[in-house]
């Protein structure tokens, strides 16, 4: 016997959407509702084996229905901007599937569902009807089931007519007899005022239809009742022809149109991949890379050992080669050289280390500045391969810092990202070629070779696709003139490493385990008895019930004792602020005294940090092994951590260079609001200024209490802060919060007005840019979610600030580095964190260094507003300071 299967695609995909979370792939696609979908889809292909199969749409927000009743379906939310969105991929993935899908202007898509059902019983098909909605059930019969969802998307139950009789005592006709007596608020029919289900299906076993209960009023149970039954007649039987299925919609196709003989793996497994459903791909049976469009699979490579070197020295004198280096370690800093390999885009060679360094023309090569070199991760090639003894010069293009450039939301730059993007894949992660963890192997001989071959391949196929997509969009300057020109400042820097004294950090940790000691002392004092202060369970035990202070938040396991939690009970008892504290003591013992430690290089006394270049989506630097960035610097005992770096060279200093308030000059030059721009040019204290305006007093009447509420409001201003966001940094009311930005608005219009325009043009062009044209799409501008759209608004306001900054201290580092070489000073710059750059001088050298950071810091881009930078020297960071 054939089977038909017909799918209410809207109930099915709204179900979906709303059961899983708001899912997107790694292009901010949103994908919940097509995941779920294609789960049930599959689900059902695989279970009822169907020869027919139709996915049936609602095609319009009007049917012939709202001729009857205007007010249909009249009370709906407005359908999220982000399920609309997935229902054209849903689409595309039947037709993947080879699944036929239909919707019809004036019909909704139970009338398609009721009209093909009935088609198919009178032609002796079975029929599955798969939906979410109540009202199909009316279809049900001898060769009519219908499987309806429930919580979650892939359960359903099963009914036919023995399942309906058992679950509601009705024949299918009865219940749209049983809609129009209770209605249904989903759809905005009216049904009978005061009579739910339970009532309706008493009324249906004693009357049958609506008719029948209307017909025996006078016998109906209470006074009420009867009541409102005679007074919506009218509205009974209205709602009982909104329920009904129309079952001779006008089809312009038959069944034989609806065939299905099974889905081709090789057609949905590249929608599957570009909608990342990894999990549904294995299902499948298909390789997650079903079709390699690059060639990088067929390509070959020479590998070459120490005796066939001379032959190929001919190969080195192109203009341009890709190169790739294999290491050991993510961290290039402890990692061993593998091999390396090179490419033309016609040959690959391969050597392992020993052959590579002991090639006297590729050493000659890679000194070669004249020689371009495009590669992957230029900074850490460089890093690697001097820390192996080989200088190397002549890199004009990085892959890594392309793909980061055009694409700076995307969090996956990894090589067989970067080609998963550009050309839908030929290159697997490292982790599905060497394995993960426990089971990963290293490579060796001709599997090596290949594999790296690929990745050369890779970076000489992508490098004119990339550069050409900097061009276009006029990133061609911030990659050349900046991003490329940092990596080797940072390769310089990583190299160079910072001294730590190591007997110092020692004396710090003990004098913190001290400290710690003394607070547990304290927060049990106040406590009256004796606790395990990391215990959540104990402390939350202490403060809710033996303290009784109020209860904010539970978790599965009791009481919440989270940092957020803790700092809003603060000003209720002494204890909560002892117990803060003792955590953040705690933290610098474990995450800095600790960590440094374990960092410090034993051949050199030093840490390397790696800094990351292609991360942060604002072109801010961060670090890691250790993370300097971090350095927690509110506490004095966060502070004194910064006495344990020292100058690598006896009687030689640290020196200091801090942009002052560098985001607040930003604004006051991209804003230009005439009151900002005249402190700035006066040098005024910016907080102590604001607070002027925002509380409406003269400078001596500023406290110190109204200065941090004003620098709160300037720092929250530069990144979008709403009045809530304000009043939890504050501790203060929403009201007052919302009163104080009100207040520096009307202070400070030109910023308003800036803001607004950041907004607009961002709707507009779906991005926004910093001075130095660097770009940050926001996709989620339009969101019809209100808090991803306002997360995108306040992003467009602050990349601009955040991004400009973090543009002149890239920009000020170069020039610096370049200076100190052209001078040819003995001064080198060791760090960078935030608006900080730190230097270790020769004592004679510490007046020019002075003067030459002022003059570059201060002069690398040209604003409305003087640039500030505050230099101190010190025989510690901490003394700098």
Known sequence: ????????????????????????????????????????????????????????????????????????????????????????????????????????????????????????????????????????????????????????????????????????????????????????????????????????????????????????????????????????RRDAILSKELATILCDVPLDFGLDDLKYEGFEAERVAPLLKKLEFKSLLERIGADESPHDTTGLEAISVEMIGPEETSQWEDFLRQEALALFVERSDENYHRAEVLAVTLSDGKQRLFMDWETAKGWKAFRDWLQDGKREKWCYDVKATRVVLERHGLESKGYTFDVLLASYLIHPSESGHELSDIMERKRGGGLPEDDAVYGKGAKRRQLEGKELAEHLARKTEAIYQLKPELERELEENNLDSLFRDLELPVAHVLARMEMQGVKVDRDRLREIGEELEERLQELTEKIHGLAGTEFNINSPKQLGEILFDKLNLPVLKKTKTG??????????????????????????????????????????????????????????????????????QNIPVRLEEGRRLRQVFIPSEEDWLILSADYSQIELRVLAHLSGDENLLEAFRKDMDIHTKTAMDVFGVSEDEVTSLMRRQAKAVNFGIVYGISDYGLSQNLNIPRKEAGEFIRRYFDSYPGVKTYMDEVVRKAKKDGYVTTMLHRRRYLPEIHSRNYNRRSFAERTAMNTPIQGSAADIIKKAMVQMEERLEREEMRARLLLQVHDELIFETPKEEVELLSKRVRQVMEGPVELSVPLKVDVNTGKTWYEAK
């Open 559 to 628: 009481y919440s004792t989270s940092a957020d939690v803790l700092e809003k009970l603060a000003p209720q008892h002494e204890i909560v602020g002892e117990i803060l504290h003792y955590r953040q003591v705690g933290k610098l013992i474990s995450t800095y005294v600790e960590g440094l430690l374990k960092e410090i290089d034993d051949s050199t006394g030093k840490i390397h940090t790696r800094f990351h270049q292609a991360i942060t989506a604002t072109g801010r630097l961060s670090s890691s092994d250790p993370n300097l």
């Open 1 to 232: 016997m054939d089977k038909l299967v017909l799918i209410d695609g809207n109930s099915i995909a709204f179900r979906a959407f709303f059961a899983l979370p708001l899912l997107q792939n790694k292009k901010g696609t949103y994908t919940n509702a097509v995941y779920g979908f294609t789960m049930m889809l599959m689900k059902v292909l695989d279970e009822e084996k169907p020869s027919h199969v139709l996915v049936a749409f609602d095609a319009g927000k009007t049917t012939f229905r709202h001729r009857d009743y205007k007010e249909y379906k009249g009370k709906r939310d407005k359908t999220p901007g982000e399920f609309s969105e997935q229902i054209p991929l849903i689409k595309e993935l039947l037709d993947a599937f080879g699944i036929r899908h239909f919707e019809l202007d004036q019909y909704e898509a139970d009338d398609i569902i009721g009209t093909l059902s009935r088609q198919a019983e009178e032609k002796g098909f079975s029929v599955t009807i798969v939906t979410g909605d109540k009202d199909l059930l009316q279809l049900v019969s001898d060769n009519v089931q219908l499987l309806m969802t429930k919580k979650g998307v892939t359960d359903a139950d099963r009914y036919d007519l023995q399942k309906l009789k058992e679950k509601y005592g009705l024949k299918p006709e009865q219940i749209i007899d049983l809609k129009g007596l209770m209605g249904d608020p989903s759809d905005n029919i009216p049904g009978i005022p005061g009579v739910g289900e339970k009532t309706a299906l008493k009324l249906l076993k004693q009357f049958e239809t609506v008719e029948g209960v209307l017909e025996n009023t006078d016998n109906l149970p209470g006074k009420k009742l009867k009541e409102r039954v005679a007074a919506n």
